[in-house]
């Protein structure tokens, strides 16, 4: 069985600085895939960034950033360079991959952060 | 970035009623999913589908049905509506990488639906 962990169930941080979001997660499959997931206040869920098992490089898109300890089984997010939009709740995910395909999303309870001026 | 989109938004309907949420992609893509979430909470699968006349029950047990006839659609129906439906249902899609690895979900807005 799979399964997200996020222990912060909230976060500050000041505008400008870097902040980072624990994920750690737990799998017997060789073959996976983590996300992140930003969601406003508004509801929709925002894709954010993704890293495969098999990269060795962590994944990187603008100012996000993941950072992936495969034998620690944690895909920490880090956001550099706040900003008050980034005040959201943030959520870690992971898929089996099958034959290269994504399956089904299992999340984790997710990390409200606030991000003062 | 896929273009998907969910209707209604928002619902608030009487216990007993029948309801459909709408959800459609124009992407093609040929995976699409129904999650349920409460405030606050984590994402549960209820419901996902493969390709057209494909259909799966999710980890979370839902008494919601879905129909996949068409690529582009995935409606959600509740036969009765009851208050303890009343949570956030968020549609998604993906496409099966044809190199590669890994396919990333879009997902709708969403759709809250309140059953009083």
Known sequence: AQKITQTQPGMFVQEKEAVTLDCTYDT?????????????????????????????????????SLNFQKARKSANLVISASQLGDSAMYFCAMSALYGGATNKLIFGTGTLLAVQP | EADIYQTPRYLVIGTGKKITLECSQTMGHDKM???????????????????????????????????????????LTLESARPSHTSQYLCASSETPVQGWGDTQYFGPGTRLTVL
Do not use: C
């Not at chain 1, 073959?31 to 894709?47: A, R, T, V």
């Open chain 1, 28 to 64: 017997s499959d060789q073959s996976y895939g983590l996300f992140w997931y930003k969601q406003p206040s508004s509801g929709e869920m925002i894709f954010l960034i993704y890293q495969g098992s098999y990269d060795e490089q962590n994944a990187t898109e603008g100012r996000y």
């Open chain 2, 33 to 75: 999913y129904w999650y349920q979430q409460d405030p606050g909470m984590e994402l549960h699968l209820i419901h996902y589908s493969y390709g057209v006349n494909s259909t799966e029950k999710g980890d979370l047990s839902s008494e919601s049905t879905v129909s996949r006839i068409r690529t582009e659609h995935f409606p």
